[in-house]
């Protein structure tokens, strides 16, 4: 009762915070497609491994037959990463086509924020999966 009645006072005053938890759920922001050659599918995956690693994100389903990776972006040691726990799934099809598709949650002023920055991130890690490899 005292945690609601905080509530209803915060609310006439205008004290609550500016941001609050958001969340883009799977499916509301369009995967991003790309192809790469097929012959490179599990180059491709295995590179991907390493760019969600890179970029924060821990692979918790891996199947190299399929060419599925499903990860989960760590949760921060401190509350400046937005993005803590969001989830990604990268597959890649025996003709190439690598698709990226990006969800979760975050506390934002606004939920259209939340989407424009998990497009970004998604934009980015699909570019960088599907780059090719430098030549040694």
Known sequence: MTKLLL???CLFAGCLPDALPQAVHPGDL??????????????????????L??????????NQ???YIS????????????LAGTNVIVTI????????EIAGGGVYTDGSQL????????TRLTAEITAAPAST
């Open 7 to 9: 509530l209803a006072t």
């Open 30 to 51: 369009p995967p991003l497609v790309a192809t790469v050659a097929p012959d490179q599918r599990v180059a491709t995956w295995n590179r991907a491994i390493t760019v």
């Open 53 to 62: 690693l890179d970029e924060g994100y821990v692979p918790q389903i891996l």
């Open 65 to 67: 037959d399929a060419a």
């Open 71 to 82: 990860a989960k972006r760590r949760d921060a040691a401190t509350d400046t990463d937005e």
């Open 93 to 100: 099809s025996p003709q190439g086509a690598v698709r990226v």
């Open 115 to 122: 989407a424009r920055d998990l497009q970004a991130v998604q």
